[in-house]
């Protein structure tokens, strides 16, 4: 895929016509992300991959934002095509502005209310017919799928456990895996830049990035919320946003298994 224009699927050329394309540099999900103004004035987004497991994510995101429709404000599938082992997907926008936007920034007292709003809702959603399982044994299952392939990089692991092999890592979540769950629907990648917020208010607006979202353990979302939190706006507003979550934020421990268990994908 070329870095100055992205490609552009034949099924797409009526649907974009005429539209002028930034890249978008913030997120790692190993997708390439473009932002593009149509004539119209309207803006859509394309994500595109090519190879694993970045492909089988983009999928996964196609099926639960169809699913997604119309009960959370998420992004509209305007297409998905596979082609010669390139993947493209194209969505509508979701008005807002990224909580990690540098004028969100400025009011992280705001930032943290609204991610602690949004997480109930994304939390409130029934999973009695949720088709979308991404609990513990589910992820760990493909965290070995994706090493058996090859897949898994250790370049990027969190400060906390650079330089810890396969099977160190494997043996701490042994250890430290959660006997019990609470499950709910969950984001899956909880973090500032997937939530939108409005520029005035700084309301929810919507939430983006839904390609490991399903079933699992309510500290899933809140374990990566506050490692984002911590990130962006500092350690300090880590507390604030589980007061806001309410009513008693997981124990450290519990929330040290799903930070461990994010650095599988």
Known sequence: ??????WIPPAFWNLVAGARWLPVAIGMS?????????PAGEAVYLKLAEGEPMASELRSEVERLRWLAGKLPVPQVMGY???QGKHALLLSTVPGMMSCAKQALQR??????ALAAGLHTIHALPIATCPFDERDEVKL?????YR??????PVDLDADHQGLSWDELMQNIAATRPTTADLVFTHGDYCLPNVLIDVT??????????????IADRAQDLALAARSIAYNLGEAW????FRAYGPSAPAEARLAFYRLLDEFF
């Open 30 to 38: 190993g997708t390439a992300v473009w932002q593009g103004a149509l």
């Open 1 to 6: 895929m070329a870095s100055d224009q992205p």
């Open 141 to 145: 299952a493909r965290a070995r799928a």
């Open 238 to 241: 880590v507390a604030p946003f």
């Open 201 to 214: 208010t700084f309301a929810v607006t919507g939430f983006i990035d839904w390609g490991r979202a399903g």
């Open 81 to 83: 095509v596979e082609d």
């Open 148 to 153: 058996a392939a090859g897949w898994w990089d």
């Open 108 to 113: 992280p007292d705001a930032v943290v209310r």
